[in-house]
């Protein structure tokens, strides 16, 4: 059973759409820049009623909680609450994503707004210290779906991440290149970045063939903007 519609939904849904057992919750606060209480209050109510079905329920949060600069901001703050709200719940699982890519009209995502600003020759700033995380939505779903069959799951909060970040700057150059346009971005002195451990889904991404090198990003940015 699948509930929402948006990105992750659609890439769970071949397999977990008619799936008895499980019931994966892909709807909620998408825009880690919400700060709307009521955004957040209509993701908590949803969720706790989905929890009161008899199925296995999957839920995903954001290794943004690692973020030492955004651990008090309102998005993080209410990951982290609907987290222990599943934990509590029973044999439930908790999947950590950092930014997911993929074919997607959400202006919010990071990859979405350096398409729009590069491919629209708008101008735009950048952290020169800044690094992200990124992962095609249909390896989250094939490693999330390979740990939910083949390991114990339940009651854990476990990461799907990439093992090798990527700076903000590297990632406007692979976009420049994809695009074949050269970027007018401001590059400020600020930014940080923060470790994921992600051994669990490395292991299974290796099980299912796919392999994090320094070739993924850019491949994986050819893939959904070229």
């Given amino acids: 059973m699948i509930i929402g519609n948006g990105l992750l939904a659609r890439a769970f849904a ?23 209480a009521e955004a957040f209050a209509r993701e908590k ?5 989905a929890l009161t079905q008899n ?3 999957v839920y995903f949060s954001t290794c943004s909680v690692y973020d030492p600069k955004l651990t008090e901001s309102p998005y993080v703050r209410h990951k982290i ?6 934990l509590n719940a029973g044999a439930m699982t ?8 993929g074919k997607t009209n959400n202006p919010h995502t990071l990859t979405n707004y350096l398409h729009q600003q590069i491919s629209s020759r708008l101008p735009f700033k950048i952290w020169r210290h800044a690094r992200r995380n990124l992962i095609d939505v249909q390896d989250v779903s094939s490693i999330a779906t390979y740990l939910l ?12 991440a990439n093992p090798l970040s990527t700076s903000i700057q590297d990632l406007v150059k692979i976009f420049e290149n994809t695009l074949d346009i050269q970027a007018l971005c401001e590059v400020l002195e600020s930014g940080a970045s923060y470790d994921i451990e992600a051994t669990i889904a490395i292991r299974a991404a290796s099980c299912m063939g796919i392999h994090f090198d320094h070739t993924y990003v850019n491949n994986l940015i050819r893939k959904y903007y070229a």
């Fill in 45 to 49: 109510v949803l969720l706790t009623s």
């Fill in 14 to 36: 071949p397999l977990f759409a008619s799936d008895a057992r499980h019931l994966i919750f892909a709807s909620g606060v998408s825009n880690s820049l919400e700060t709307n």
């Fill in 55 to 57: 199925k296995t329920t």
């Fill in 149 to 160: 069959r083949h390991q114990h799951t339940a009651n854990q909060i476990i990461n799907i």
């Fill in 81 to 86: 609450e609907m987290e222990e709200l599943v």
């Fill in 94 to 101: 908790v999947f950590r994503l950092p930014q997911v890519v």
